[in-house]
């Protein structure tokens, strides 16, 4: 007897459960509230971790025709502009973890995910309908939509994101904290910029109360550009695409280096000319995950932002998503192999997911204080990274996890 799960949510986190449920022999029926499928934002790093979940889904070729592989990690001092550390990636990162290190623009990684879901028969795509509610009763959990139509499953997944609905029912835990930090993001051809600010790998500078990311996308012939600073914005929270004032931007780094200014400079000037422009967001989360019930509950599972928003200190959103993914999928398999109840198999998923996710929140707070620090703290951070550089910037429990694939 078949089953069929609900998802939804139709972005990275929502089209990879559907790839791996779909891939575990169930059937997905996918609920998007926009009127198309589009992935806002800018790029995306890859780590090792997330890379392998996208290769054993058999879309190694697919990923690299559309991602960037840097070579190296490099941090620099924001305000001096010294080179702090490095961590090799490309080849090292295969031998060590057996995947690259990606960089790859958000629309493409969306894009990669949809075409992987739309080929498969037992996967239905349902645009302009959100969810209103739903109601779980022991056998069966029905979808209520904003249309007023209501469809049954065997379980939902909320993957619908920071201001999750399918979390507001579960939990009735409040709105996501105000993190009173602001993200400014660029993306732009690698050709409107000079020759001397191009790059193949990552850069981040660290400076005191900011950040700020570029590497590249779109094969290498793009750059992203992000640049975090403390602030607030009172406007519309729930949605993270606000235009930017770039004076702002670079009135705060007016104290940085010449080389970071220049490249603010330049993204500004290259942006505009191809007729983009910076983009706002104001960063919110949640507190580090404190039990398997906050990720899953009898047959109503969350996945990625709506389980475990994070600060984006460690690059590891969409990776948190794609690895839940992952294993959403191992464990609904074993529902035909071994007649595990389906209440049961969101458990164990719970169960083996929440406290890698609530590290990897934890860890991201941490790096946002440890990347914006001043005084006797950014000293002391900037003195072991001289010293300790590759062995700091390296980290063997996040790459190394190797979760199950379906």
């Known amino acids: 007897m078949s089953r069929e799960v609900l998802i939804a949510g139709g972005g990275i986190g929502g089209l990879a459960a559907a790839l791996s449920i779909s891939r575990a022999g169930w059937d997905v029926r996918l609920f998007e509230r926009a009127p198309a499928f589009a992935e806002v934002g800018a790029g995306i790093q890859l780590g090792p971790n997330v890379v392998r979940v996208l290769h054993g889904w058999g879309l190694q070729a697919e990923l690299a025709r559309v991602a960037a592989f840097p070579q190296r990690l490099q941090v620099r001092d924001a305000v001096t502009g010294r080179e702090l550390g490095v961590l090799p990636l490309g080849e090292r990162a295969v031998q060590k973890y057996g995947a690259p290190y990606a960089t790859i623009a958000r629309a493409d990684l ?7 879901v739309q080929g ?21 959990v029905t979808l209520k ?12 997944i909320g993957a ?24 400014y993001r660029a993306m ?23 950040h700020v990311v570029a590497y590249p996308v779109r094969g290498g012939e793009w750059l992203n550009v992000v640049a975090i600073v403390q602030g607030r914005l009172e406007d519309d929270l729930q949605s993270w695409d606000h ?24 993204v500004s000037e290259g942006a505009s000319e191809a007729g983009a422009t910076w983009r706002l967001w104001p960063l919110c989360d949640r507190p580090p995950m404190l039990g398997a019930q906050q990720q899953a509950q009898g047959r109503v599972a969350l996945l990625g932002d709506a389980a475990h928003p994070m600060r984006p200190y460690l690059a590891q959103g969409a990776g948190m998503a794609i690895e839940d993914a992952a294993e959403l999928g ?19 998923y719970a169960l083996n997911r929440w406290q890698r996710c609530a590290r990897v929140q934890a860890q991201s707070m941490r790096n946002g204080v440890i990347f ?18 590759e062995r700091l910037l390296d980290m063997p429990w996040l790459y190394g996890a190797r979760p199950e694939s379906r």
């Open 330 to 348: 191992r464990v609904l398999a074993l529902d035909g192999q071994a007649a595990i109840e389906v209440p049961l198999c969101l458990r164990r």
């Open 120 to 140: 498969r028969a037992n996967v239905r795509l349902k645009l302009n309908t959100g969810l209103a509610s739903y109601a779980d009763s022991g056998q069966v």
């Open 160 to 183: 619908d994101g920071l201001w999750s609905r399918v979390r507001e029912q579960l939990l009735r835990d409040g709105p996501p904290r105000v993190t009173g930090h602001l993200a």
């Open 243 to 266: 235009s930017a004032n770039t004076a702002e931007l670079q009135a705060a780094l007016k104290r940085m280096s010449v080389p970071l200014r220049d490249l603010i400079h330049a």
């Open 145 to 156: 939509t904003s249309e007023g139509l209501e469809v049954e499953g065997d379980a939902l």
């Open 110 to 116: 969306h894009g990669l995910l949809l075409g992987a």
């Open 188 to 210: 732009l051809p690698q050709t409107r910029l000079p020759e001397r600010l191009r790059s193949q790998q990552v850069t981040a500078w660290l400076g005191p109360r900011l």
């Open 372 to 389: 914006h620090a001043e005084g006797v703290m950014r000293w002391g951070r900037d003195a072991s990274l001289r010293l300790l550089g």
